[in-house]
């Protein structure tokens, strides 16, 4: 049995259908909701095969989707995947645990070209898995492949073990920013944006 993420509990009962009724207000005042989705474009070929890992209510693969991609979202939690669902036709949405990331077991054997971790969804897996939650992630990417992973830095998820993780992930860090928007990288951000790469010729990730 996998254990229960952060999102279960550390937030207030009810959180996720706050969160819900927060992005479908965002959305519905205009609010830009899509920069994450224009830094993956940028670093992907037309009509990647991406994967939204930690999916929430869908908006950043909606946003890739509407860009031409292929998108399959990923979230433990079915109210959020329900949310995506309802407001997000294109994608695939799932319930799984990136932790235990399997998704050849749904249909999903196909590698992807890149995967995006947004949302702060390294802060909220559970505590313990986030090294197994890098690795799986990466186990889905193609070799070459991209992963985004973005969360703020006082969230009691230090850099240092995440570019640790990373590393025993099998990846490698080829950029760091201080938002989504490529501000610069600096000591004292409080939000780390980092880009990753499974090597062409590396092994294969495990967890």
Do not use: Q
Request: aromatic share 6%; charged share 25%; proline share 6%.
């Amino acid at each position: 049995m996998s254990k229960p993420t952060r999102w279960v509990t550390e937030t207030a009962e009810g959180h996720s259908r706050w969160y819900v009724d927060r992005f479908r207000r965002l959305a519905a005042e205009g609010a830009d909701l899509a920069g994450e989705a224009r830094l993956l474009d940028a670093l992907v070929a037309p009509g990647s095969r991406i994967l939204d890992a930690g999916c929430g209510t869908g908006r950043v693969g909606a946003a890739l989707a509407a860009r031409g991609h292929t998108v399959v979202g990923v979230d433990a939690d079915p109210l959020l995947v329900d949310a995506a669902r309802t407001d997000h036709s294109g994608p695939r949405w799932l319930v799984a645990d990136l932790a235990g990331l399997a998704l050849a077991e749904a249909g999903e054997a196909e590698p992807f070209d890149a995967a995006v971790l947004a949302g702060n969804v390294m802060a909220f897996v559970a505590p313990g898995t986030e090294r197994a939650v890098l690795a799986r992630v990466a186990a889905h990417l193609r070799p070459d492949g991209v992963m985004v992973v973005g969360f703020g830095t006082g969230r009691g998820y230090p850099l240092g073990d995440f570019d640790a993780d990373a590393v025993a992930a099998g990846l490698r860090r080829e950029h760091r920013f201080a938002t989504w928007d490529l501000r610069p990288w600096r000591d004292d951000a409080d939000f780390a944006v980092t880009v990753l790469r499974r090597p062409a010729d590396g092994p294969s990730p495990t967890s």
